[in-house]
């Protein structure tokens, strides 16, 4: 069965560092979104992404982050200077259209120190 | 008030025994309507979702939306130690897009 990809798996990263968060989502899907889930609490809407360029993102979405769809399977999402509270599991989803729902990634848990 | 409520859990109950977990919402718009299962560490699973008023099952699983009281419950029958994960209810006003969650149930299902 087909399934969305996350790598790495655990990063560890030191307070001002850039990180680089990569997801595979599945072949045929068309969006593709990224959540976070700082630990303990709920799963909180990033962004989302359709046809190369963003269609919606929340408040958490600032100028620190980015997204790209650097070729036909990769969806990156980057963290230019991270922050202690940037420490969180990141998860990717996808889907292939309006009659889809949202298929997440394992996720990857991003450590700030 | 908080856009999505969910009952806090934790929750504990015996190997077959019928479990209710529910969500209320605040905003009229949502339309669709999510049950996700993670364990711990992993990412959410999609168990049901429903975009309609009523009662739709699959298998041990039954989610029910009530949009008049903006409530959604899912029912499990028969649960099992498998059961045993954090419940997240999520919804959104456009399918596929920015869905919002609430904070998840944990339920164990004691053999």
């Known amino acids: 069965e087909p399934e969305v990809t996350q790598t790495p798996s655990h990063q560890v990263t030191q307070m001002g560092q850039e990180v680089i968060l990569r997801c595979v989502p599945i072949?045929?899907?068309?969006?593709f979104y990224w959540y976070r889930q700082i630990l303990g609490q709920k799963v909180e809407f990033l962004v989302s992404f359709y046809n190369n360029e963003i269609s919606e993102k929340s408040e958490i979405f600032d100028d620190q982050f980015s997204v790209e769809r650097p070729d036909g399977s990769n969806f990156t999402l980057k963290i230019r200077s991270t922050k202690l509270e940037d420490s969180a599991m990141y998860f990717c989803?996808?889907?292939?259209?309006?009659?889809?729902?949202?298929?997440f990634g394992p996720g990857t848990r991003l450590t700030v120190l | 008030q908080k856009e999505v409520e969910q009952d806090p859990g934790p929750l504990s109950v015996p190997e077959g025994a019928i479990v209710s977990l529910n969500c209320t919402y605040s905003n009229s718009a949502f339309q669709y309507f999510m049950w996700y299962r993670q364990y711990s560490r992993k990412g959410p699973e999609l168990l049901m979702y429903?975009?309609?008023?009523g009662n739709k099952e699959d298998g041990r699983f039954t989610a029910q939306v009530d949009k008049s009281s903006k409530y959604i419950s899912l029912f499990i029958r028969d649960s099992q130690p498998s059961d045993s994960a954090t419940y997240l209810c999520a919804m959104g006003d456009n399918y596929g897009q920015n869905f919002v969650f609430g904070p998840g149930t944990r339920l164990s299902v004691l053999p």
């Open positions: 072949s045929n899907h068309l969006y």
């Open positions: 429903t975009y309609s008023s």
């Open positions: 989803a996808s889907n292939s259209d309006s009659t889809d729902t949202q298929y």
